[in-house]
């Protein structure tokens, strides 16, 4: 990629992203912060991490996470539990009160996407999944350690 085109890419990822949070993300409220609700999704389809595995993949400091943990634990949406092989290691785990909050805001989600969605046609909307797919894809890639 040629030097010109770089700042105009990353200029583009970030109207993207302003977009999305202006007229998607803004609209769909989430009792929680963003940074919260990212451990959740984070933790949902796990049997449970270690603060440090969630840091690192969320890319927040060990110490901001600590802090995160601690509220979601206040909250009654995670859980601390020892590691059963290794006593020194905590694991966090999403429980059935954090996993109803988030399947109860990502079915707002998806509805509130379907209801944007039905501004296209069905041939835009299955270019855009086929776009949202590579983007996925892409941005995975892009930011995989």
Known sequence: MEAQ?????????VEIM??????????TQVPLPLNQFAVLCTLMDTAGMAISDISRQLNISKQQMTNII?????????EKKSDSRDRRRIVITINKTGEQLLDDHMELFRQR?????????NAERS????ILRRYYELINKMFSI
């Open 5 to 13: 085109e770089r700042p105009r890419l990353s200029q583009q990822f």
């Open 18 to 27: 302003v977009l999305l949070h202006n007229n998607f993300g803004r609209q």
């Open 70 to 78: 601690d509220k979601l634990v206040n909250t009654g949406y995670v």
């Open 113 to 121: 996407f379907d209801q944007y969605a039905q501004n296209l046609t």
């Open 127 to 130: 270019e855009l999944a086929q």
